[in-house]
């Protein structure tokens, strides 16, 4: 008994103390987030908040990322006009904007007093490196590296791509067809068609992905959803928490696949000398003779499978769903595709091609406006900056630019949820408004390749609608054709997005895919 004794009362007290560090050390936590959230709430109390929870847990889980959370930003853009002040728990402190007043003055600030900082960004990451994320001079350097390779004279070069890239998913889609299959899912093919483009564009590497699965494509596709699922989870927020997770585990193995220096040690030689990649190799050294390391050219490529692929895709869908619910736009569009092909053997689209659909181009641009791929932006500036009545974003706040909110904001736009081309008549000053329409950000940190974006687009949209006639598909998750919003990186729907397809000029069709 005395022995015993002896033993436990070290142990005992062994646990008294870690027990007393441990609460004092939560004590000084709570004490420390409870009077930062004072702070900010202070400071940014010349924005309007919207009901909360409570004092404490203020908006925490009141952003879903649903068809109703979209709804819920209507609401907010609704009441508030311009911004306003958002807190989850003690943790973060957001300034939401969607004026183009309060957006304009925030995006066009210079870059060296801009820090990408944010809910998303930290989870990129691990996988991107500091491309995207990556501050000031950093930034700059790569980006001044960057920007020629995304200039006409190399676009011009991927219309080819473009085209047989839409080629082959064409074809699959008439082969699904002939089987019966006439209701299809849109994000599993375009996707597939985006990463394909992609690949041959920025390695000159045909992976073949559109027809036979590949790992690195999937490994892709699978880092895109756990950065969403991540997102959505705030305990997942804090890297200590997350890679003790499944998905934490499971995000460090996907990594490993698309690690250029280890499985795909020939798709860093496709980099090296693919198109995009023979200009930021050779041409372009910055002004100290320096290309880039061997990990800037890791970062680069993720950067650009990230970045480029399921934006574009979803661009694309909603532009397709959008043409399927609007029959007479449909038609108009594609009157003028054929219009253009008229007399020509091939169905190819060039480049001159491109400055002749001025209606089809309007049309891609209200669907980017109504269906905006990215749903925000957010930064934090390394001073206070002032906006319009005055108010005062403090230094260092995480402010969250809504692309959606001004893009729905009717102050903006009359009848915002509805598609309507005409907004985007070359005569209409409601689109030429300054930073109404913003669905590649703008300022310095801009989306480098919003070119290379619209010109797929174009081929893509002209194509289908050479081939395919749309309407509107039965979501089998859903039973019917609604569609449900699904805001994750990118714009989604839930179960998908159907669209009924019925192959035109089938013949032709057939005989250019028996050459
Ligand atoms: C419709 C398609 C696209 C949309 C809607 C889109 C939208 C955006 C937006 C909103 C940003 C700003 C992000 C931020 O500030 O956090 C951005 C940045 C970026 N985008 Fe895109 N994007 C598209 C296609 C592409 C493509 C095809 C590429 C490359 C091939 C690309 C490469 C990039 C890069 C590298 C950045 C970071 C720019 C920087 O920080 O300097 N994007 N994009």
Aim: hydrophobic share 40%; aromatic share 10%; glycine share 6%.
């Amino acid at each position: 008994m005395a022995l015993q004794h002896s033993v436990l009362s070290p142990v005992f007290t062994c646990l008294c103390s870690l027990m007393y560090i441990f609460s004092t050390g939560l004590v000084v936590v709570v004490a420390v987030l409870t009077v930062r959230h004072i702070w900010y709430s202070r400071r940014l109390s010349c924005f309007s908040k919207p009901q909360t929870r409570s004092w404490l847990l203020g908006h925490l889980g009141k952003i879903r990322n649903t068809e109703e959370g979209l709804q819920q930003m209507d609401d907010l853009v609704k009441t508030y006009k311009h911004s306003c002040f958002w807190f989850l728990g003690p943790f973060y402190h957001l300034v939401r904007l969607f004026h183009p007043d309060y957006v304009k003055p925030l995006l066009m600030v210079p870059a060296s007093m801009t820090v990408k900082k944010g809910l998303i960004y930290n989870h990129l990451q691990p996988w991107l490196g500091d491309v995207l994320i990556s501050n000031s001079e950093v930034w700059s350097r790569k980006r001044r590296l960057l920007t020629p390779a995304f200039h006409f004279d190399v676009l011009k070069n991927y219309i080819t791509i473009f085209n047989s890239s839409s080629k082959i998913m064409h074809d699959k889609w008439c082969r699904l067809v002939a089987e019966g299959k006439t209701n299809l899912e849109m994000f599993d093919h375009v996707s597939l068609m985006t990463l394909d483009s992609l690949l041959k564009c920025a390695f000159s590497y045909d992976s073949n992905c559109q027809e036979s699965p590949s790992e690195y494509v999937s490994a892709i596709v699978q880092l895109c959803d756990l950065v969403a699922q991540r997102q959505h989870n705030i305990l997942h927020h804090w890297d200590w928490i997350y890679w003790k997770t499944q998905q934490g585990k499971l995000f460090k193995q996907t990594l490993n696949i698309v690690d250029l220096k280890s499985e795909g040690e020939h798709l860093k030689m496709y980099f090296i000398f693919g198109t995009l990649s023979v200009l930021l190799m050779s041409v372009l050294k910055d002004e100290d003779g320096r290309g880039l390391t061997d990990e800037e050219i890791q970062a680069e490529a993720n950067t650009f499978m990230f970045a480029g692929h399921d934006t574009t895709a979803s661009a694309i869908c909603w532009m397709l769903y959008n043409l399927a619910r609007h029959e007479h736009y449909q038609e108009k569009c594609r009157q003028e595709v054929m219009d253009l092909m008229e007399g020509r053997d091939g169905q190819e689209i060039k480049w001159e091609d491109l400055s002749n659909l001025p209606f089809t181009t309007m049309c891609i641009k209200e669907s980017l406006r109504l269906h905006t791929p990215v749903q925000a932006v957010s930064r934090s500036y390394t001073q206070d900056m002032v906006l319009p009545g005055n108010r005062t974003v403090p230094a260092g706040e995480i402010c969250l630019v809504s692309i959606y909110g001004t893009h729905h904001n009717p102050i903006v736009w009359t009848n915002p949820n509805e598609f309507d081309p005409h907004r985007f008549d070359p005569g209409n000053k409601m689109s030429q408004a300054s930073h109404a329409f913003i669905p590649f950000s703008s300022g310095p940190r801009n989306c480098i390749g919003q070119k290379f974006a619209m010109t797929e687009l174009q081929v893509v949209v002209a194509l289908t609608l050479l081939r395919f006639r749309l309407t509107p598909g039965v979501n089998p998750e859903l039973g019917s054709s609604r569609v449900r919003r699904l805001p994750q990186i990118v714009l989604r729907a839930e179960g998908g997005l159907w669209l009924q397809l019925e192959p035109l000029n089938t013949l032709r069709l057939n005989k250019q895919s028996e050459e």
